[in-house]
C-alpha cells in the first residue's frame, strides 16, 4: 500500500521588475509604488488617472505645445506645421524626433 500525499498548489505570485511577490508578502496598507501603478486606475488603492498633460518640442523650431497624453486628434505645430503626434486607440503616438516632459501640478 502506497500512501498518496495531496500536495497544495503553489500560491499564484505577482512578478514586479526582479522582484516576485507572493499573496501574502505584500503590505496592504502601504503597498509597493510598481504594483500600484499596474492595476487598473480605479482598482488602485487611491483612484487616478493614466492620462496627463505633457509639453512636446517640435524637431524643426524647438517650439514648445501642450498636448494631451490621450489626444484623439492630429496635433500640429503652431509656428511651422509640423505634425506633432498621431492618435491611436489609447495613448497617442509622438511623431520621431519630438521629445516630451510630464507636466507638473
Not at 508578502?25 to 492595476?39: F, I, N, S, T, Y
Not at 497624453?69 to 498621431?86: E, M, W
Not at 492618435?87 to 509622438?94: D, E, F, I, S, V
Request: glycine share 8%; with cysteine.
Amino acid at each position: 500500500p502506497r500512501s498518496c500525499t495531496l500536495s497544495q498548489p503553489p500560491p499564484p505570485f505577482a512578478v514586479m521588475g526582479k522582484q516576485l511577490y507572493g499573496i501574502g508578502d505584500v503590505d496592504l496598507l502601504h503597498p509597493p509604488a510598481e504594483l500600484e501603478a499596474r492595476k487598473h486606475k480605479l482598482k488602485r488603492k487611491i483612484q487616478t488617472p493614466n492620462s496627463f498633460f505633457m509639453d512636446v518640442k517640435c524637431p524643426g523650431c524647438f517650439n514648445i505645445t501642450t498636448v494631451f497624453s490621450h489626444a484623439q486628434t492630429v496635433v500640429i505645430c503652431g509656428s511651422c506645421s509640423t505634425v506633432l503626434c498621431h492618435p491611436t486607440g489609447g495613448k497617442a503616438r509622438l511623431t520621431e524626433g519630438c521629445s516630451f516632459r510630464k507636466k507638473s501640478d
